[in-house]
């Protein structure tokens, strides 16, 4: 919630608007291994959100929150297209996702150029925490260059000499393995 909040932020001052527009850029089914962030689980969670904030007046007060779907398809090219429809055709003030760095990367260099705000809820590519490329774009997960720290966090806290990574496609994430065990080696870990 404190998420979709802080995006308006980013919009600017919403003082004097009846009506912001929301553009969710999502995937519309879940790939087999892809990450569970699909329309159908992620949808429900922006109108819980909508649903609280249209119904505070002391957050938004005479503002009400609408939203357009647009399927990236962890594509980008396809979620160039869909923020443009977003921005042209739906009048999107703001873009929530798209959650696959792939589509992110394209999407948030359009979204910079046009200054459209986007927050991701899950694309982890170092390359978006470029803040002079990426200048409106936000995410609510930590890039993947910071997610070895926190492994290593938890590692060294329980004091564990044996960590496990299981993937269901091994061969496709064999350079990212390899990172981490890299990581371990120069951690000692």
Same mark, same amino acid.
């Given at each position: 919630?404190t %998420?979709?909040?802080?995006? $308006?932020?980013?919009?600017?001052?919403?003082?004097?608007?009846?009506? !912001?527009?929301?553009?969710?850029m999502?995937v519309?089914?879940?790939? *087999? /291994?892809? +990450? +569970?962030?699909?329309?159908? @689980?992620m949808g429900s969670?922006? =109108?819980?959100? =909508?649903? $609280?904030? %249209?119904?505070?007046?002391?957050?938004? *007060?005479?503002?009400s =929150?609408?939203?357009?779907?647009?399927d990236?398809?962890c594509?980008?090219?396809?979620?160039?297209?869909?923020?443009?429809?977003?921005?042209?055709?739906?009048?999107?003030?703001?873009?929530?996702?798209?959650?696959? @760095?792939?589509?992110?990367? +394209?999407?948030?260099?359009?979204?910079s150029e046009?200054?459209?705000?986007?927050? @991701?809820?899950?694309?982890t590519?170092?390359? !978006? @925490?470029?803040?002079?490329? /990426?200048?409106? $774009?936000?995410?609510?997960?930590? +890039?993947?260059?910071?997610?070895?720290?926190?492994?290593r966090?938890?590692?060294?806290? $329980? %004091?564990?000499?044996?960590v496990?990574?299981?993937?269901?496609?091994?061969f496709?994430?064999?350079?990212?393995?390899?990172?981490?065990?890299?990581?371990?080696?120069?951690?000692?870990?």
């Open positions: 919630m %998420n979709v909040i802080w995006l $308006f932020c980013m919009v600017g001052s919403v003082g004097g608007l009846d009506k !912001l527009t929301l553009g969710y999502g519309r089914y879940r790939a *087999p /291994y892809g +990450p +569970p962030m699909s329309m159908q @689980s969670a922006l =109108l819980i959100a =909508l649903d $609280f904030i %249209n119904g505070n007046d002391t957050i938004l *007060p005479n503002t =929150l609408e939203y357009v779907i647009q990236s398809g594509n980008g090219k396809r979620a160039l297209g869909g923020l443009v429809e977003l921005y042209r055709d739906k009048h999107a003030d703001a873009v929530i996702g798209p959650a696959c @760095s792939g589509a992110a990367e +394209p999407m948030g260099l359009l979204a046009w200054n459209i705000p986007v927050i @991701s809820y899950l694309a590519s170092t390359d !978006l @925490s470029d803040k002079k490329t /990426y200048d409106t $774009f936000s995410r609510t997960s930590a +890039p993947a260059s910071q997610i070895g720290d926190v492994v966090g938890v590692v060294t806290q $329980f %004091n564990w000499t044996r496990a990574i299981m993937e269901p496609d091994i496709a994430h064999t350079q990212k393995l390899t990172e981490g065990q890299r990581m371990f080696s120069l951690q000692r870990l």
